[in-house]
Every structure is written in structure tokens, then in C-alpha cells.
């Protein structure tokens, strides 16, 4: 649990299993990570990168590119993707796999398919090294978590430190420690359902209002919206909607004819107004907002119009006490030398809950 982040986690891995000069082989634009041999990355630079993409009629991983591209690179397979709505089938890419293959798998979704029976995360046979997740989608703390077999522990150890890092964040790891405590819970079960169901009904919301999102839905938190169908740009479309108080990134999409720095899409995720208690009805009603500000993204009345109602819906559903901290907590005064008080931060405080999104007045 001592990677600084998702990044470094994914370094240390191929740091402990792969030299400079490997081939890697991963989810390219189309939803990968910068990670997975991007020109731009030290991935790219040290490690010779096999990227495979999606379909152009579906948006979802193309296997035979994958099985085409594997059995001519005898290298680690990194299968990971960053911004990819869909569950991806680790059956089919495992099939036609090329004999010594070492499997790195990424993961991105703490709470994809609650409270479905899983293999463990590093089951899978021998080749299979490690996985790699970085938790703050839905668990919340930021940081990075390698998993892996007996075997492989010490490699591991190794190349976070002293290969890769110093001196541990031990407020981060410490985070980390609750979030898991957390998801082993039945309430964080019901809330992963949750933040499911929310993105789904979010992206129906924006299908029927015209939106072309990418795949036509989701499987999990993520919601990849192309925008230029209402004849806005991602980038024009993201900071509008900042204005209006509803944050998102813009984004890539797959095949995007625009640059990165000025996309196509947007990306939404609703773990945070999960967290705060909306359902299905107030993602209806997100997906209205997002609607008219992409239609007027430059018309100031809309925007402040929008964001009236939002911050109207957010003090509906406010930050539950003892999420960010407790009224008792907030109200106390500062730490003197001496007993310690028990805070929000305490396993044992019977008002701890989940952290969430520390900006109340925007979704």
C-alpha cells in the first residue's frame, strides 16, 4: 500500500518484473493510461509499448487485434484501462496468450460487480505477476496498492523501495487501510450497487437527450460522453460546466480527431453524489443540467441559472456528519498536550463514515 498513486504503482511493477527494452503490451488511447508505453511516459521511453484499441462500430476491445498483436510480442501483458466504461474480458484476452506471457493486470474499479462472487484479484494460474489498483474512485483515499503472490513479494517490496520512492506517506497508507475495512462492509456493498446504477441511469439520461456516449452505456462508475454532437467542444463543454457548478474533465474519445488538450468528450463519474446520498431521479436531473449548459455554453444566464438549482440539489444532500467531520469534531476546540481526543478520523467514532467530495456547492 506504499505507492504514492496509481502511476508509481504501475512503474513498480515493471520495475520488478520487466528490464529496459521489454515489450509491454496494454490499452492504448482509446482508454488506456499514459502508463502503458505512452512516448510521452517513462513507460515509453524504457519499455518497447504494444498498444491495441477498440472497434470503431462498438467503442469495446477488439480481441482479435489483441490476439493478433500478442502472438507476435512475447512480453508482459499490462491489461488495464483508465477510461473504458465496459467490463473488460480478461477470458478472451487470456485466450491464444503466448506461453511465458507475464500478466500484469491493472485495475480501476474497486467496486465494479459488488456483491458478485470474484476469484481473487491474483488468482489466475502462474503467469499471472501482480495486480495493480489505485483506489480513489470509490474507496476514496488516493494512492496505489500492489497485489501479488507469495513468490513475487519480495520483487515488489523492492521496487517501490528503494527503487522507486522514499520515505513512506504513512497518512496515506493509513487511508488506505480504512477504505478496505470499509469495503468489506454490507453499507459500502449497497453504496458500490449504488454508484452503478446512478452512472447507468446518468447515461441513459444523456442518450435520450441526444448525447452520443461512448459505448451506450456503462458497466461501472465512468460515463464517456462525446459532446460534439450538440456542437460544443469537450474542453468548452468542461469549463461550462465548472461554471454551472457540475465538474468534470474534458476527455479523449476513442478515434478522437481532435487533440488531447482540446478534446472531444467529457468524463463524468458519480461516486461522489453517491456518496451524498442521490439516486437515480437526481442523475435525470444532472443529465437535464448538462444538457443545457452544452446547448449555451457561453450564455452566462444559463449557466448561473444551472448553477442556482445545483447548489439548491447540494444543500438537499448535504456531506452526512462524521464524513468530512463531525459536528462535535468541528465544534471542538484545537488539541491541547494531552489524552487524545477521539475524532472523525477514529475507527471507533460512531459517526465516521466515508470522506466525500469537499466542495458542497458543486456535484
Known sequence: MQPYSGSPANLAAYLAFLKPGDTV????PAGGHLTHGW????????????QYGVRKDTHRIDLDEVRALALGAAAADVRRRHRHPRTIDFRGLRRDRPRGRRDLRRRHRPHRRPGRGRRAPVAGGPRRR?????PQDAARPRGGLLLC????????DRAVFPGLQGGPHNHTTAGIAVCLHEAATPEFKAYAAQIIANAQALAAGLVERGFAVITGGTDNHLVLVDVTSKGVAGKAAGQALDVAGLVCNYNTV???????????????????VTSRGMGTAEMAQIAGWIDQVAQA???AAVLARVRGEVVEV?????????????RR???????????????????????????????????
Open 25 to 28: 503490451m496494454g490499452l492504448g
Open 39 to 50: 512516448n510521452v511516459s517513462i513507460s515509453g521511453m524504457f519499455f518497447r509499448a504494444v
Open 130 to 134: 501482480g495486480v495493480v489498483d489505485d
Open 149 to 156: 503472490k507469495e513468490g513475487h513479494a519480495e520483487a515488489i
Open 254 to 272: 476513442p478515434f478522437d480527431p481532435r487533440k488531447p488538450f482540446d478534446p472531444s468528450g467529457i468524463r463524468l463519474g458519480t461516486s461522489a
Open 297 to 299: 455554453p457561453t450564455d
Open 314 to 326: 447540494t444543500r438537499r444532500f448535504p456531506p452526512r456528519p462524521g464524513d468530512l467531520s463531525c
Open 329 to 363: 469534531c468541528v465544534a471542538a476546540p484545537p488539541r491541547r498536550p494531552g489524552p487524545r481526543r477521539a475524532s472523525h478520523q477514529d475507527a471507533s467514532h460512531p459517526a465516521r463514515r466515508p470522506v466525500l467530495d469537499r466542495n458542497t456547492d458543486k456535484l
